[in-house]
């Protein structure tokens, strides 16, 4: 095997050697996402690492860094019911740049320049509680109209998933 092979063979979804490749990840906190909506946030690279290992019951995390640069951070939650998450960290989520909120989520959510938030109430345990998908440290693509709406398309299809998941049924 080749050096060159033998390094693509150590990360995920390098599609050559030799130059700043593109990266494919199918894999978010342990739960399966459609590449295709996790694509536009990773800049081409020489290096991908997806980080799982800070998640934790109830609390999945996730960290992906092209090339040592943290370009996307997953945060699943599953919190009481009836606490307004959206209103609380409205003002963390101007600090995200330009919150506004994003029909047809879960019960309700928040896309900012640079991250996003929803939550959905649901049923967890046998206790009613919601789940709060909160997505941030996007800076690519460069382009913020672009990094927005695949913010949303993210956001919209894994909160159904990591809520399945985690065992929290609306």
Do not use: W
């Not at 997953?74 to 963390?92: M, P, Q, Y």
């Not at 309700?108 to 919601?130: H, L, N, P």
């Amino acid at each position: 095997m080749t050096q060159c092979h033998a390094a693509a063979a150590l990360l995920i979804g390098i599609t050559g050697c030799g130059g700043p490749e593109s990266f494919t990840v199918s894999d978010l906190c342990g739960r399966k996402v459609d590449s295709a909506l996790v694509a536009p946030f990773l800049p081409k690279g020489e290096t991908l690492k997806v980080d799982g290992g800070i998640s934790a019951p109830e609390q999945p995390r996730c960290q992906v860094y092209v090339d040592d640069d943290l370009r996307l951070y997953v945060r699943g939650n599953i919190d009481r019911a009836g606490f307004d998450i959206l209103k609380a960290t409205e003002r963390s989520m101007r600090r995200l740049g330009n919150p506004a909120p994003a029909d047809g989520i879960g019960d309700g959510a928040t896309i900012a320049d640079r991250g996003a938030m929803a939550v959905q109430a649901c049923t967890y345990k046998g206790e009613k509680r919601q789940y709060i998908l909160e997505i941030d440290r996007v800076d690519h693509p460069a382009n913020t109209v672009e990094r927005r709406e695949a913010l949303q398309k993210l956001l919209r299809a894994h909160l159904p998933v990591i809520m399945k998941a985690e065992g929290c049924r609306p």
